[in-house]
């Protein structure tokens, strides 16, 4: 059984939460002693704990599905929120499915979903992309496709990286993107920021930001004009290939770096400068080159 448990408060521990808890023969958990506390608070006691985090799921796994497989009901709670959700958990659900046992859900608080709904962005579509990667090409490809993507965008931070990704976000996405910032939710200083993604950077750059933080990205508008211009990506591609680094590692840069598609960038390093209307907006403009170029791999 995944528990779902509160994000903050207490109060949102739901009372199947506290009867699954309460009858299962053992209980999984991030670290034992956070557990134990939310057990008390429920008044539950008697449950082995075992601890489950993510540098033992792999060796948890069979002792688990062993235990399910003889009848025992398992539970597993995170330290906050959904189990599986930026936790452990998602490796254990599909190993137990996969041996044909039952895994069953407990649904509780995620951050993720409760600053979504709050954030005022829309909700009809959205996509979780969890943290960012930290640094270099991984985290340039990720903002990259942040920045392109037409649904709400919910990120989790952590406080003192706060303001280095809205300062990110601002640069790939343009200064006018719509972003939410939900900050220590159901707790006391709960705060939901709401506004630009330029403003959202000015404003994490005034003050440390504090507490637990979702960065929520307003969606790209559907056919929207890159603020990148192709004459920047020639730029960029030229420094690059007159250092001699082959086309295909300058575009693979390039565009991570910029946060477009790799195909507008590859397009560019294979047509000619056009002159003035280079310095029009792209993506795709009369200045993104041939549109029949096939893309290198
Ligand atoms: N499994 C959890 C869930 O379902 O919400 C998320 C765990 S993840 C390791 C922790 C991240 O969730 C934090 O860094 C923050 O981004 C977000 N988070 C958790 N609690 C929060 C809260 N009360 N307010 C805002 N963000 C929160």
Redesign the pocket.
Known sequence: MLVGTP??NLGDLSPRAVSTLREADVLYCEDTRHSRKLLSHAGVSGVPLRSLHEHNESERIPVIVDAVATGKTVALV?D????G???PGSRLVAAVAGAGLRVSVVPG????IA?LVASGLATGRFCFEGFLPRSGQERSARLGAVAEESRTVVL???PGRTAATLKDLARVCGSDRPVAV??????LHEEIWRGTAAAAAAWAAEDPVR????VIVGGAPVGAVSMVTDADLRAALDVRRSGGERTRGAVDAVAAEFGVGRRRVYELAISPPQGPADLLPGPGGASAGPQSGRMEE
């Open positions: 994000i903050g995170s906050a929120g959904m189990p959700i930026s936790d608080p995620t951050a993720a600053a989790f931070e952590a939900a900050r220590e939710l159901t707790k507490g637990e933080v979702v």
